[in-house]
């Protein structure tokens, strides 16, 4: 069975930096993506960051580009997001996600996610 746990959130001033990990278990050796996805109250979930483990493309969101990063450890088993110049609308539950689809102008539509962590809190202060 797959199971992913996310760690790392914490609160954060406006302009600060914090890095999401996830770790992963149970995945298909099957190149897949994997992904980060965040959720605010009273917002619907969007994906935020995601990688191709077999080419390790990447794409992200408009409003975080320039800012955020995503990438994986060489074993493949961790995945991770760098966020920097946090601003107080990056604040949400984020989610890791798994077994994506492959084309990259795929990679951060949700229904296309067979798997996800139970999330963890980002909070960013002004």
């Known amino acids: 069975q797959v199971q992913l746990v996310e760690s790392g959130g914490d609160s954060v001033q406006a302009g600060g930096s914090l890095k999401l990990s996830c770790a992963a278990s149970?995945?298909?050796?099957?190149?897949?993506?994997m992904a980060w996805f965040r959720q605010a109250p009273g917002k619907e979930r969007e994906g935020v960051a995601a990688?191709?483990?077999?080419?390790?493309?990447?794409n992200y969101a408009d409003s975080v580009k320039g800012r955020f990063t995503i990438s994986r450890n060489s074993a493949g088993d961790m995945l991770y997001l760098e966020m920097n110049s946090l601003k107080v609308e990056d604040t949400a539950v984020y989610y890791c996600a798994a077994g994506g689809p492959i084309a990259s102008r795929l990679l951060l539509q949700e229904s296309l996610y067979n798997y996800w962590g139970q999330g963890t809190q980002v909070t960013v202060s002004s």
């Open positions: 149970g995945l298909s050796r099957r190149g897949h993506s």
């Open positions: 990688i191709y483990t077999g080419f390790e493309s990447t």
